[in-house]
């Protein structure tokens, strides 16, 4: 069984940061690639940031670029989200996701779900 395990939720205040963590299994981790989405109350489902099964390429939402920064740290099978410069609106369920498509923006196509992180960030 595929397992996609997120840490480092928490609570922050506005202007302050976060990490998260998600761990995969070897197998998922070198051929998928992958994303972090976010829930907010009321809201669908976004995503976030993806990071390719080789690293080379991401993808960031414009809500958070320039204050979120995904990366792969391959000795440990896991991709981390570093999150600065955190507002109040990114306050949220924050979800690790696994996909083998091509159309990594689309997430209909990820395949594997962690079952998510809460972050929540006072003003």
């Known amino acids: 069984q595929v397992q996609l395990i997120e840490s480092g939720g928490g609570l922050v205040q506005a202007g302050g940061s976060l990490r998260l963590s998600c761990a995969a299994s070897?197998?998922?981790?070198?051929?998928?690639?992958m994303g972090w989405f976010r829930q907010a109350p009321g809201l669908e489902r976004e995503l976030v940031a993806v990071?390719?099964?080789?690293?080379?390429?991401?993808y960031y939402a414009d809500s958070v670029k320039g204050r979120f920064t995904i990366s792969r740290d391959n000795a440990k099978n896991t991709i981390n989200l570093q999150m600065n410069s955190l507002k109040p609106e990114d306050t949220a369920v924050y979800y690790c996701?696994?996909?083998?498509?091509?159309?990594?923006?689309?997430?209909?196509?990820?395949?594997?779900w962690g079952q998510g992180t809460q972050v929540t960030v006072s003003s």
């Open positions: 990071i390719s099964r080789s690293g080379a390429n991401t």
């Open positions: 070897e197998r998922v981790f070198s051929t998928h690639s």
């Open positions: 996701a696994a996909t083998d498509s091509y159309y990594y923006t689309v997430e209909q196509r990820y395949n594997y």
